[in-house]
């Protein structure tokens, strides 16, 4: 086990009814006025952002609406969040939303802590965030994770690039988790969650090459069990309160770094898969990454089988073959890549209308022109990334 340092400081409020204290929850720290930064048109139209407006508004907390935000969140929205906080004197930024609001959130919290920086700087590490302004998360989609994490992804419109970074300001202060909220999710969105919650402890468990992290093992393997069982549930009873709790709590968890804690690890697959959403906006992160992981998996999986072989025994229940452990290994990549499709997820990139004309200038973006590579069980230059984005192409 590597030496690591854990660091979780955001308190959750989860369960039922748990939005409707919001109000109360941010007079506590006494911020002066809040941006309430939200989504499309479900959050007004669930009454959630007439809720959160009514819990702050009994407080006597005044507060200034941007919403708008997509599924990959914008530069440019990010911006046009700075600017408003900057001119209304903003001290607190509340995310209502999935993932992409809490991205667009954090960008616009450091954006206004550093108005002297583009904040485009940071997400090209050309620059550091030396404070922000606090961000508290209602969360709506149990994806990213992004409502623990120190994690912020954003991206450029002008010229495709969807970067992010990793920061101590983007750790949420205080995050309110009700499992009621996602009921009214689609099974798109539902399932795409159901992925990204997975690949973030897969990526974790598989993104390197550190041996003896046994107790972290066990912990990714439980919450991958777990999360599977409850994708399950979710996906043939959407309101079933259970299973939507554990997907919003392993949400979180498999994102605040726990999963990954004494092990370092490179997330070959997100790195693929910011290239593809960043040039294709229309894609949906965790389905990039359902179409992209059996692929990438297939690829490195000879680097470390018994890698690969222990996930198939632990995670899936399947016989281990001690005389071939690739054997056991690429049978443990085709039980997930099922799972996938039994949850209507993609699994290449035919699927979402990719070009395979484009698959040169994703890996040239991934590589950052020939500046870096990624480290792994197999690292990753540009012909390697071309090679998994070919066979996710199904060539």
Known sequence: ????????????????????????????YGFQKVLVHFGGASAKKSGLLDAVCGALEAENI???????VQANPTLSMAREGIALCQREQVDFVLAVGGGSVIDSAKCIADGVGNPDVDVWKFYMHEANPVKAL???TILTLSASGSEMSASSMITNEENGFKRGFNSPTHRPLFSICNPELTYTVNRFQTSCGTVDIMMHTLE????????DTALTDRIAEGLL????????VADRDPQNYEARATLMWAGGLSHNDITGAGRAFMMQVHQLEHELSGMYPRIT??????????????????GWPERFAQYAVRVWN?????????ETALAGIQATEDYFKSLGMPVNLRELGVEPEKI???AEKCTNYGKRTLPGIRELGKQEMMEIYRLAMGE
């Not at 005044?62 to 708008?68: D, H, S």
């Not at 399947?318 to 690739?326: C, R």
Request: aromatic content about 12%.
């Open 285 to 302: 992160h965790g389905a990039g990454l359902s179409a992209l992981w059996p692929s990438w998996a297939r690829y490195v999986c000879a």
């Open 204 to 211: 974790r468990y598989m993104g390197g090459t550190t041996k």
């Open 360 to 362: 040169g200038e994703m």
């Open 1 to 28: 086990m590597n030496n690591f340092e854990f660091y979780t400081p955001t308190r959750v409020i989860f369960g039922k009814d748990t939005h409707l204290q919001v109000g109360k929850i941010v007079a506590e």
């Open 62 to 68: 005044p507060y200034v609406l941007l919403g708008g």
């Open 134 to 136: 606090p961000v508290g």
């Open 225 to 232: 069990k777990s999360v599977i069982e409850a994708g399950r």
């Open 318 to 326: 399947l016989e281990m073959n001690f005389e071939n452990p690739m």
